[in-house]
């Protein structure tokens, strides 16, 4: 499952060394908060796929993980099963349009995102953790 840490500036998506394996990735996946246009929240991201791997892993409806690549740009995705979901949307972002990951913390990241920018400090937190202070 993967980690997401949210300072004033950014969020991370934090990868396992499976997840960066299956989803050939060799970094995190960093996104200026700036760019981050919309947040959604789903019980089934399968529907939001589009595209094609490139290069990615695609298991249908157990795994999905890398770029996706569509007509309507490149998208980072890391889907397991049938499980809670986010989507994010980006604009202006230098690699991504947007962002589906499977995790638990979807409110999390919501309520985090919410938070003014002088709550959150320098230091990257766990969204899980800003949200329970």
Do not use: C
Request: glycine share 8%; aromatic share 6%; no cysteine.
């Amino acid at each position: 499952m993967v980690t997401l840490l949210l300072d004033s500036a950014q969020l991370e998506v934090v990868l396992s060394r499976t997840e960066r394996a299956v989803a050939f990735r060799r970094r995190n996946i960093t996104i200026e908060r700036s760019t981050i246009a919309k947040v959604q929240l789903t019980d089934d991201a399968w529907t939001w796929l589009r595209g094609v791997p490139d290069p990615g892993t695609y298991l249908p409806v157990a795994l999905a993980a890398g770029s996706w690549k569509s007509a309507g740009g490149r998208d980072f995705v890391l889907l397991r099963g049938r499980k809670p979901s986010v989507v994010i949307d980006l604009e202006g972002h230098p690699e991504f349009q947007r962002i589906m990951l499977t995790t638990r913390h979807g409110i999390s990241l919501v309520q985090a995102l919410r938070l003014a920018t002088g709550d959150l400090g320098d230091e990257p937190a766990d969204v899980a953790e800003l949200v329970a202070e």
